[in-house]
């Protein structure tokens, strides 16, 4: 029995190439220009093929290596010998292991050839996109001449294969068992989940699993914003106003809403290639409660001014942590807010809301020295974490929306949108 070592043939003027594609297994058994692997440059990618035959004894390299000319591959075995052996064994071994070899041959030179049709038809910027994504880009069915690859096939893709990915999750979820109770370790205590919980557990699940979440953090400068709050008084009284942030950061949102449409949507026919875009600006607010988060939605904000909002956040809270709150309350929002400003942090990954599109996430505003004209001034910063599905927003409308966010919550944030 021989062996031979695969290795990377001369590639061009090229050093430390990232594997992106393995297209072979161990035990897998090779012909002469089979493809093995597939590398990219910056501005290329190229398959290796194999230079003999045989069946693959050991497989010396994984996605992601960086690999130069004459880097070990694999080790190919001469099957001749083995063959003679299986020969000699009885009838209904021999035929039984052609069968299997057949169908392995059969399925490999399927899964093969897909790949090589799929792969030389999408450029690696796509690629990068679908590994971004999770997406094999050899099930992807391009739209473009000759079956290319694009970038909106990967998203249709991602959209229509949602239901079953989220499916085989739970399934495998639903195996997975601990070995050891957790009494064999120490005293516990079982405890019935609040039922608010139970209920919004499966929403989150059905969210974090089928959205491809992507998550912009950014900080807002909310100084004078802060300076007019703080100064506002009843004039009837004279007394100081106590309206909290969130009223102003509720009417900072809708504005931004009105600006850019698509934040203003729903996905729930996105199998269908629909998406449903609001003329209605409900604001779901995240509502930190003894049984669990609760989001009900503001209605209208776009048509009331700073004091109402103000007044309608603390009766919402107030029937929420009563569980007074009309169910049909907690549906047909536009885009929620999650706040910790209360209670501190900064940034976080907060989880779309389905079948919204967006949410934004609160941090607690805090002074920082910022540099401004040449000279560090001291400011109050506000952290933001817009989450956004990526199959509806891209990344650069997202950045756009932020800054119009930033810009609604800035200086003439309070004088032009307050009353």
Known sequence: ???????????????????IEVLVTEGQT????????????DKSSVEIPSNSEGQIKTLKIKVGDKVSEGDLILVLENTSQSQEKVQKKTIIEKELKKVKVIESEIQISTINQNKITDISSASPKVRKFARELGVDISQVKG?????????????????????????DENKNNEKI??????????????????????????????????????????????????????????????????????????????????????????????????????????IGIAVDTPHGLMVPKLRNADNKNISLIGKELKKLSDECRNLKIDKRELFGGSMTITSLGGIGGSFFTPIINYPEVAILGVGKSEKKQVHIDGEFVTRVMLPLSLSYDHRIIDGAEAARFNNELKENLGKNFAYKLAI
């Open 30 to 41: 090779l012909k002469k220009n089979d493809p093995l692997i597939t590398i990219e440059s």
């Open 143 to 167: 739209s473009e001449r000759k079956g290319r690859v694009v970038e909106s096939d990967i998203k249709l893709f991602v959209a229509s294969n949602s239901k079953n990915i989220s499916n």
């Open 177 to 282: 068992k601990q070995e050891y109770s957790h009494s064999e370790f120490g005293k516990i205590e079982i405890k019935d989940i609040p039922r608010v919980k139970k209920l919004s557990s499966k929403y989150l699940v059905n969210s974090w699993t089928n959205i491809p979440h992507v998550t912009n953090h950014d900080e807002a400068d909310i100084t004078e914003l802060e300076e007019f709050r703080t100064s506002l008084t009843d004039i009837y009284t004279g007394k100081k106003k106590k309206i909290t942030p969130l009223a102003f950061i509720v009417k900072a949102l809708t504005a931004s809403l009105k600006k850019f449409p698509n934040f203003n949507s729903s996905i729930d026919e996105i199998e269908e290639g629909k998406m449903t875009v609001k003329k209605y600006y409900h």
């Open 1 to 19: 029995m021989s062996l031979t070592e695969i290795k990377v043939p001369n590639i061009g003027d090229f050093k430390d190439v990232e594997v």
